[in-house]
């Protein structure tokens, strides 16, 4: 079940960025804004305001990635910590299996997973720059 729409946070002081224009693109992100609108050791979230700029292999462009979230949050020790978080379906981090035609639907998944490795790698790097993390979440982890 995929949809779209216009997320209200109850603590809008937590949200990075501004609260009233923030967008969910699937139910998976929405379930993951709710978790950290309210979850008490999240001081601080944000959706889609960092830009990485990465550069793409398939067409050989330097582009801008907007992971899908940011958070800061005080551990179980009191200690802060922060990270890129990017919501994708379990398909999605996975290399596509090999068919024996190239269609057009095959390479499509190809790109798209070229593309997010490219973008993955790019958030990797600056969050070991900034001593962040950063998190792949599918739907296992959300428990959907």
């Not at 798209?112 to 790097?125: C, L, P, R, S």
């Amino acid at each position: 079940m995929s949809y779209s729409g216009k997320f209200i946070p109850k603590n809008a002081k937590k949200y990075l960025g501004n609260p009233s224009n923030i967008i969910y693109r699937s139910s998976w992100e929405l379930k993951f804004m709710n978790y950290c609108d309210t979850n008490p050791s999240i001081i601080e979230w944000g959706s889609e305001e960092l830009a990485i700029p990465y550069y793409s292999p398939v067409d050989r462009k330097v582009r801008r990635y907007f992971p899908d979230f940011f958070i800061r949050l005080a551990d179980r020790n009191g200690t802060i910590k922060k990270y890129l978080v990017e919501i994708k379906p379990d398909k999605f981090t996975k290399k596509p299996i090999k068919k024996s035609r190239r269609t057009k639907a095959y390479l499509q998944e190809v790109n798209q997973y070229i593309t997010n490795q490219a973008k993955w790698a790019a958030a990797e790097e600056f969050c070991i720059d900034h001593s962040w993390e950063f998190l792949i979440i599918t739907e296992k982890h959300l428990k959907v």
